[in-house]
């Protein structure tokens, strides 16, 4: 990103300049380069949000910036979801914060900011819905990768995190297998590809074999080609379902549970399930081993069984 000699900051300075204040700071350019790739586009998010007809938050100066613009700012990300919509406001707070250390601004009109909650997901796709949102993903060129993406979620049970950055090195295409050290908990797992997804990969190979990314971005950035950021991928998805007319409640990151459901759905046994989705104890399994109908359909036809025996 071109940077602006900015080397001062006041009232008079927009949300602009502050940005650009804040990628020169140590505290900006001391984080790792994905964590400054994903706080660059949160705010480039925030800079370009419409406040008025005729204004963008950008361009609002500092000793301008009120509460009700904050709060404008913020009704606006959520129609990206919750999770983003808090990931923007916090991120763009800690250049407000830099501001207010600095007395560019009295007080960070974002700390009056009620920030909504991520309530636990329990929304899972059905495996028609699946289908569709595959078909409709890798019948055009755009959303091939976003497609590959999800597509993996679903199959291997895995974070979409980790899938947006999965390398051809943890991919065996010749015998068929995955290998990955989880980046959350740093699990590793192993496991089969299933015959549809490998016949994917086999194309997709064939198409982007030859940089290190399976599911980047499908037209090279600055020579490059780059994966998708985690604030890049909701997007994506949102238009796939668009297009398909799949509700606009289900997300990318609904594919782990849903892949793990579907396997405690089946009566697989619970160790099985953690060798797959990477939990490292029963414990860390107990949100997908509640209210399934199969479960207690099962449970209670045991009961039955015994009492007549």
Wanted: hydrophobic share 40%; proline share 3%.
């Amino acid at each position: 990103m071109q940077r602006r000699n900015t080397i001062s900051l006041n009232g008079k300075s927009t949300i602009d300049d502050l940005v650009e204040f804040y990628y020169r700071t140590p505290q900006f350019i001391s984080l790792r380069a994905k964590t400054q790739k994903s706080y660059e586009h949160a705010l480039k998010t925030a800079c370009s949000t419409s406040i008025t007809e005729a204004k963008k938050l950008g361009h609002i100066k500092l000793d301008k910036l009120t509460t009700h613009y904050c709060k404008t700012a913020y009704q606006d990300w959520l129609r990206r979801g919750v999770r983003t919509a808090n990931l923007t406001a916090t991120i763009l707070s800690v250049a407000l914060h830099m501001a207010e250390e600095l007395e560019a601004i009295i007080k960070n009109p974002f700390k009056n900011i009620k920030r909504m909650k991520e309530n636990s997901r329990k929304v899972m796709w059905s495996q028609a819905q699946v289908r569709l949102f595959l078909d409709t993903a890798y019948a055009e060129w755009k959303w091939r990768s976003i497609g590959m993406i999800v597509h993996m979620a679903y199959e291997f049970a895995q974070r979409v995190g980790d899938m947006r950055l999965l390398e051809w090195r943890n991919l065996n295409l010749t015998d068929g297998t995955l290998h990955l050290v989880q980046s959350k908990k740093r699990a590793e797992v192993s496991m089969p590809i299933q015959e549809d997804l490998l016949k994917m990969l086999i194309q997709q190979e064939k198409d982007f074999g030859f940089q290190k990314y399976v599911a980047p971005h499908v037209s090279p950035k600055n020579g490059a080609y780059k994966p998708y950021l985690d604030v890049e991928v909701s997007p994506m998805v949102n238009d796939v379902k668009a297009a398909c007319g799949l509700p606009s409640e289900l997300q990318a990151m609904d594919m782990r549970r849903t892949a793990i459901t579907e396997m405690v759905e089946a009566g697989v046994d619970t160790t099985q399930i953690m060798a797959v989705s990477g939990h490292n104890s029963p414990n860390s399994m107990s949100p997908y081993l509640k209210h399934t109908y199969s479960s207690a359909d099962s449970a209670l036809s045991k009961r039955g069984a015994y009492r007549d025996a």
